[in-house]
């Protein structure tokens, strides 16, 4: 700090001599200490080293009982401002205004906010800054009447606003202002300016406007023609009007949930982050950081959400927002997986995000570069855990909440501090009033104020008092506050804040059986659950948890985010795990953790039965004696069901994992893997199966061991990896043998004969499909069988050998139809359609593609319906017929975005191919 306050001294007034007195007294003030001259001595040197680049730096030098700054022209950013300024002036002066407006352009833009706004300014200094920030409103107000002069009031409008905010006594500018809203045809707005103006310099100064702002005041009121715009000079004639180009097709995320209803108070913080937004659009090039601070339950994310919504409009390119749950043990958002959803809301397809840490944070930040959105990096741990989400550059503003005061980012990254403290007196009142109506507060003020200050005026704990109070409306006050104050209700505080006090009392007002379920639902490991899954940690029906939750949400101690989806906010899940930890027995533990991935082992298996149902099952770990389950019933219910519980069973594998039931997870991650596959999530398959993998070596487990190291080298296939992924399947095939499981063999061999045709080692695929082949008939397994038989008629038809193609997947077909396979059937027709398209019957290849299609859209294969689509186009493209070539790639485009795989860029480039030059 004192460095800087150094540098900016002499920055200040550069090639001259300034005295070490006088530089003492900036840096201490009148509390000089006895070493002042050794420590300002000591400071130079080390801006030397600074500015050298770690190498002594002449620049600085002694000179007659001071220093001196040597600066070369133009070397500092206020005499470019300077410059640009007086040249803008010079042409203002002549009325040529593009020209004007080009120069006042530079020299604004140049400004990055108050100057050494984050340093304390002793008097001498602080008037030096004052001039500069005259310096710069009168260019702002000559860049006004420059753009005004140009016929763009709307812009004037928008620049002015925000300064005159800043400062009030600005009679040019709110002339200015006055103007501009007259000629965008907001008439009332121009006369109110006047007013807002009038009462600023009452209020500020005790005078009247001056006679010019009263002048146009009066030619307002009265339409006077010469308020009207004219035309800019300068040119050689009229400028010609034309339509804009069409604006290109982009994604405007709206990533914002949704803002407290009932939000009251933060005034100052609110005031405090307008002007930095106002800031931010004065810096088109800077992104501008807010760092959100302060205790846990204070209201960060609530404050951040009210403003966000409230100014939303000023980013048109959209808003992003991610909680980081820098506090979620179970789950902290690690910067790549926030990267990752970031790059999906901005329309990055999943397969094409960089795996890299480097080249996701890249990508990331090339697409915020000219667009101007808010990111909202909600709960973050620390500034690590936010910097690589930080855009690079463009218009952007970010704000970032953390219950760290987040040193480094502001230290390194210039992020503007804002630490939220609690609520005052008045603004905790409003809170309780606005959800208990004054009439009540009015009839007990003592009690009213013993509650405030029980709650230590936390948002959190008195939205959790004020919903006690709420659903108790015949309860006198002073009763609350009395059991506030008990001394059963008190806990050790929490770390950072009193909180724990409040969810300990709330706790204890709960019914027995609600208090129970809380405390369990402390050991889920999120991000949210159904009444199913709360039913199974307690062990009852879904009837009888139902009433249990509703008392959790009354209480706000659980949050029904969507219907029938119940999320705990982070501090709560980490006391309701505290009091797991600490009130029940480890067994007790260990029971409610087994029913709840008993729970979602079997509704996970059955689901995954039905959308995969020609996949040989496992055997899974056999289910407990539960009151009765509500399996899922068909396809669409299977399918429903995984989308809405993926994110959960992620985490739940995992969890499983480490709490040393290692079946669960590799058989929960087996039935996981029916929907990621299909959808192409393969990030999702390479990290569940991993931990699957691992779970099953630690209990020896090879059938677990076998399916997990297979569907690890499919993810392995899918994402480039081939030499791992033949790793993984030559090891599963090697317990597949140890295991004598001949249908095992023949599902790694048939994977196998895939790995080795994307590699084109096709002989090899086809000696793989053989053995596959005769090891299906060895065990009996029709439909692999049938499967198999395809996969050797595609090979046959990529070699060539068309005839042979045909026949072997003619008799795949008809073993398909006949047990029903109707994925298989649609793959089959797709290898049929594939060699009657080569043999030049194309009829009949067309025919088998559309089947095909159908079927796959049946069985909600996309990914297959995709690869089926482009060869029917392809097909359509050979008979002439390009309308059906383009409808049938179109689709394919749609599907391969819809699932995020790179196969839409080459499928576009078959639609420009049709396009006529």
Same mark, same amino acid.
């Given at each position: 700090?004192?460095?800087?306050?150094?540098?900016?001294?002499?920055?200040?007034?550069?090639?001259?001599?300034?005295? $070490?007195?006088?530089?003492?007294?900036?840096?201490?003030?009148?509390?000089?200490?006895?070493?002042?001259?050794?420590?300002?001595?000591? !400071?130079?040197?080390?801006?030397?080293?600074?500015?050298?680049?770690?190498?002594?730096?002449?620049?600085?030098?002694?000179?007659?009982?001071? !220093?001196?700054?040597?600066?070369?022209?133009?070397?500092?950013?206020?005499?470019?401002?300077? *410059? *640009?300024? *007086?040249?803008?002036?010079?042409?203002?002066?002549?009325?040529?205004?593009?020209?004007?407006?080009?120069?006042?352009? &530079?020299?604004?833009? /140049?400004? %990055?906010?108050? #100057?050494?706004?984050?340093?304390?300014?002793?008097?001498?200094?602080?008037? @030096?800054?004052?001039?500069?920030?005259?310096?710069? +409103?009168?260019?702002?107000?000559?860049?006004?009447?420059?753009?005004?002069?140009?016929?763009?009031?709307?812009?004037?409008?928008?620049?002015?606003?925000?300064?005159?905010?800043?400062?009030?006594?600005?009679?040019?500018?709110?002339?200015?202002?006055?103007?501009?809203?007259?000629?965008?045809?907001?008439?009332?707005?121009?006369?109110?300016?006047?007013?807002?103006?009038?009462?600023?310099?009452?209020?500020?100064?005790?005078?009247?406007?001056? #006679?010019?702002?009263?002048?146009?005041?009066?030619?307002?009121?009265?339409?006077?023609?010469?308020?009207?715009?004219?035309?800019?000079?300068?040119?050689?004639?009229?400028?010609?009007?034309?339509?804009?180009?069409?604006?290109?097709?982009?994604? !405007?995320?709206?990533?914002?949930?949704?803002?407290?209803?009932?939000?009251?108070?933060?005034?100052?913080?609110?005031?405090?982050?307008?002007?930095?937004?106002?800031?931010? =659009?004065?810096?088109?090039?800077?992104?501008?950081?807010?760092?959100?601070?302060?205790?846990?339950?204070?209201?960060?994310?609530?404050?951040?959400?009210?403003?966000?919504?409230?100014?939303?409009?000023?980013?048109?390119?959209?808003?992003?927002?991610?909680?980081?749950?820098?506090?979620?043990?179970?789950?902290?958002?690690?910067?790549?997986?926030?990267?990752?959803?970031? /790059?999906?809301?901005?329309?990055?397809?999943?397969?094409?995000?960089?795996?890299?840490?480097?080249?996701?944070?890249?990508?990331?930040?090339?697409?915020?570069?000219?667009?101007?959105?808010?990111?909202?990096?909600?709960?973050?741990?620390?500034? =690590?855990?936010?910097?690589?989400?930080?855009?690079?550059?463009?218009?952007?503003?970010?704000?970032?909440?953390?219950?760290?005061?987040?040193?480094?980012?502001?230290?390194?990254?210039?992020?503007?501090?804002?630490?939220?403290?609690?609520?005052?007196?008045?603004?905790?009142?409003?809170?309780?009033? $606005?959800?208990?109506?004054?009439?009540? +507060?009015?009839?007990?003020?003592?009690?009213?104020?013993?509650?405030?200050?029980?709650?230590?005026?936390?948002?959190?704990?008195?939205?959790?008092?004020?919903?006690?109070?709420?659903?108790?409306?015949?309860?006198?006050?002073?009763?609350?506050?009395?059991?506030?104050?008990? *001394?059963?209700?008190?806990?050790?505080?929490?770390?950072?804040?009193?909180?724990?006090?409040?969810?300990?009392?709330?706790?204890?007002?709960?019914?027995?059986?609600?208090? %129970?379920?809380?405390?369990?639902?402390?050991?889920?490991?999120? #991000?949210?659950?159904?009444?199913?899954?709360?039913?199974?940690?307690?062990?009852?029906?879904?009837?009888?948890?139902?009433?249990?939750?509703?008392?959790?949400?009354?209480?706000?101690?659980?949050?029904?985010?969507?219907?029938?989806?119940?999320?705990?906010?982070?501090?709560?899940?980490?006391?309701?795990?505290?009091?797991?930890?600490?009130?029940?027995?480890?067994?007790?533990?260990?029971?409610?953790?087994?029913?709840? !991935?008993?729970?979602?082992?079997?509704?996970?298996?059955?689901? &995954?039965?039905? +959308?995969?149902?020609?996949?040989?099952?496992?055997?899974?770990? #056999?289910?407990?004696?539960?009151?009765?389950?509500?399996?899922?019933?068909?396809?669409?219910?299977?399918?429903?069901?995984?989308?809405?519980?993926?994110?959960?069973?992620?985490?739940?594998?995992?969890?499983?994992?480490?709490?040393?039931?290692?079946?669960?997870?590799?058989?929960?991650?087996?039935?996981?893997?029916?929907?990621?596959?299909?959808?192409?999530?393969?990030?999702?398959?390479?990290?569940?199966?991993?931990?699957?993998?691992?779970?099953?070596?630690?209990?020896?487990?090879?059938?677990?061991?076998?399916?997990?190291?297979?569907?690890?080298?499919?993810?392995?296939?899918?994402?480039?990896?081939?030499?791992? &992924?033949?790793?993984?399947?030559?090891?599963?095939?090697?317990?597949?043998?140890?295991?004598?499981?001949?249908?095992?063999?023949?599902?790694?061999?048939?994977?196998?004969?895939?790995?080795?045709?994307?590699?084109?080692?096709?002989?090899?695929?086809?000696?793989?499909?053989?053995?596959?082949?005769?090891?299906?008939? +060895?065990?009996?397994?029709?439909?692999?069988?049938?499967?198999?038989?395809?996969?050797?008629?595609?090979?046959?038809?990529?070699?060539?050998?068309?005839?042979?193609?045909?026949?072997?997947?003619?008799?795949?077909?008809?073993?398909?139809?006949?047990?029903?396979? %109707?994925?298989?059937?649609?793959?089959?027709?797709?290898?049929?359609?594939?060699?009657?398209? @080569?043999?030049?019957?194309?009829?009949?290849?067309?025919?088998?593609?559309?089947?095909?299609?159908?079927?796959?859209?049946?069985?909600?294969?996309?990914?297959?319906?995709?690869?089926?689509?482009?060869?029917?186009?392809?097909?359509?493209?050979?008979?002439?017929?390009?309308?059906?070539?383009?409808?049938?790639?179109?689709?394919?485009?749609?599907?391969?975005?819809?699932?995020?795989?790179?196969?839409?860029?080459?499928?576009?480039?078959?639609?420009?191919?049709?396009?006529?030059?």
């Amino acid at each position: 700090m004192k460095q800087r306050l150094l540098l900016a001294t002499l920055l200040l007034r550069p090639n001259e001599v300034v005295g $070490s007195n006088e530089l003492a007294a900036m840096l201490w003030g009148d509390e000089q200490p006895a070493s002042a001259a050794a420590n300002l001595r000591t !400071y130079v040197r080390g801006l030397r080293q600074s500015l050298g680049g770690g190498a002594p730096w002449d620049g600085i030098t002694a000179a007659a009982g001071g !220093y001196l700054l040597r600066v070369g022209p133009g070397e500092r950013d206020l005499d470019l401002f300077d *410059a *640009a300024a *007086a040249r803008g002036r010079d042409a203002l002066a002549v009325s040529d205004v593009d020209r004007a407006e080009a120069e006042l352009s &530079a020299a604004v833009g /140049l400004w %990055r906010g108050a #100057p050494l706004s984050d340093l304390p300014l002793r008097s001498a200094l602080a008037r @030096r800054v004052a001039q500069v920030e005259e310096r710069r +409103l009168l260019a702002e107000e000559d860049y006004a009447e420059a753009v005004l002069a140009l016929g763009a009031p709307a812009e004037v409008v928008h620049r002015l606003r925000g300064l005159l905010d800043r400062h009030p006594l600005r009679q040019r500018a709110w002339g200015q202002l006055m103007v501009g809203l007259y000629r965008i045809g907001d008439v009332a707005g121009a006369l109110e300016a006047f007013r807002q103006a009038r009462h600023a310099l009452a209020e500020e100064t005790g005078l009247d406007p001056a #006679p010019e702002l009263t002048r146009l005041y009066d030619d307002i009121l009265h339409h006077r023609p010469e308020l009207a715009a004219k035309p800019p000079t300068g040119g050689d004639g009229p400028t010609p009007v034309t339509a804009p180009a069409p604006a290109p097709l982009v994604q !405007y995320p709206e990533q914002l949930p949704r803002g407290v209803p009932e939000f009251v108070g933060r005034s100052a913080e609110l005031t405090s982050l307008d002007a930095l937004l106002d800031d931010g =659009a004065r810096r088109p090039t800077t992104v501008v950081i807010a760092a959100v601070s302060g205790m846990a339950g204070v209201g960060k994310t609530a404050l951040t959400l009210h403003w966000a919504h409230r100014v939303a409009d000023r980013f048109p390119d959209g808003q992003l927002y991610v909680n980081l749950r820098g506090y979620d043990e179970a789950g902290a958002v690690s910067p790549p997986d926030a990267l990752s959803g970031f /790059l999906e809301a901005l329309g990055v397809p999943h397969a094409r995000i960089p795996s890299g840490m480097e080249a996701r944070t890249g990508l990331y930040r090339s697409l915020l570069a000219s667009r101007r959105m808010l990111v909202v990096l909600d709960n973050a741990r620390d500034s =690590a855990q936010v910097r690589a989400l930080l855009p690079g550059g463009g218009g952007c503003m970010v704000v970032v909440t953390s219950r760290d005061r987040l040193g480094g980012l502001i230290a390194a990254e210039c992020a503007t501090p804002l630490t939220l403290g609690v609520l005052t007196a008045e603004e905790s009142m409003s809170l309780l009033a $606005s959800r208990l109506g004054t009439g009540r +507060l009015a009839s007990e003020p003592t009690a009213v104020t013993d509650i405030v200050e029980a709650a230590g005026r936390l948002p959190l704990a008195l939205s959790i008092v004020a919903a006690r109070a709420a659903t108790h409306p015949t309860f006198p006050l002073g009763a609350i506050a009395a059991e506030l104050h008990s *001394a059963e209700a008190r806990l050790d505080a929490l770390a950072d804040g009193d909180v724990r006090r409040v969810f300990s009392w709330s706790y204890l007002a709960l019914g027995q059986d609600a208090a %129970r379920l809380f405390t369990l639902l402390g050991l889920h490991p999120g #991000p949210d659950l159904t009444a199913a899954a709360a039913a199974a940690l307690a062990g009852v029906s879904t009837a009888a948890v139902t009433p249990r939750l509703r008392e959790l949400t009354r209480l706000h101690l659980l949050n029904e985010h969507t219907p029938g989806r119940y999320a705990f906010h982070d501090l709560l899940r980490a006391y309701a795990a505290e009091l797991a930890e600490s009130s029940e027995h480890a067994d007790e533990r260990a029971a409610a953790r087994q029913r709840l !991935y008993d729970h979602y082992l079997h509704a996970a298996y059955r689901a &995954a039965r039905l +959308l995969q149902p020609q996949w040989p099952p496992i055997d899974p770990v #056999p289910p407990l004696p539960v009151p009765a389950r509500r399996p899922v019933t068909d396809h669409d219910d299977a399918l429903a069901w995984f989308t809405a519980e993926h994110q959960a069973l992620v985490r739940v594998v995992r969890q499983a994992a480490e709490n040393s039931f290692e079946a669960y997870a590799w058989q929960i991650a087996w039935s996981l893997n029916t929907f990621t596959a299909p959808r192409g999530l393969w990030q999702d398959q390479l990290a569940t199966q991993r931990v699957a993998l691992a779970a099953a070596e630690r209990i020896d487990d090879l059938a677990g061991q076998a399916a997990a190291n297979r569907l690890l080298s499919r993810a392995l296939t899918r994402l480039g990896d081939h030499d791992a &992924a033949e790793h993984r399947l030559k090891r599963a095939l090697e317990l597949h043998e140890r295991l004598g499981d001949p249908t095992g063999q023949a599902q790694i061999l048939h994977n196998y004969c895939e790995l080795c045709y994307l590699d084109g080692r096709l002989d090899e695929a086809l000696a793989h499909g053989r053995e596959a082949l005769r090891l299906y008939r +060895l065990a009996g397994n029709r439909s692999g069988e049938a499967r198999t038989l395809n996969a050797i008629g595609w090979l046959l038809a990529t070699t060539g050998d068309y005839a042979q193609a045909i026949e072997s997947c003619t008799e795949a077909l008809a073993q398909q139809e006949q047990s029903g396979d %109707r994925n298989g059937q649609a793959a089959t027709l797709d290898s049929l359609g594939f060699a009657y398209d @080569r043999l030049g019957e194309r009829d009949r290849a067309a025919d088998c593609y559309e089947r095909a299609i159908q079927l796959f859209r049946d069985s909600a294969d996309r990914y297959h319906e995709a690869e089926t689509l482009i060869r029917l186009g392809d097909t359509r493209e050979g008979m002439g017929d390009q309308t059906a070539a383009a409808a049938a790639w179109r689709q394919a485009v749609r599907i391969y975005e819809d699932v995020g795989d790179p196969a839409a860029e080459e499928t576009r480039r078959r639609l420009e191919r049709l396009a006529p030059s």
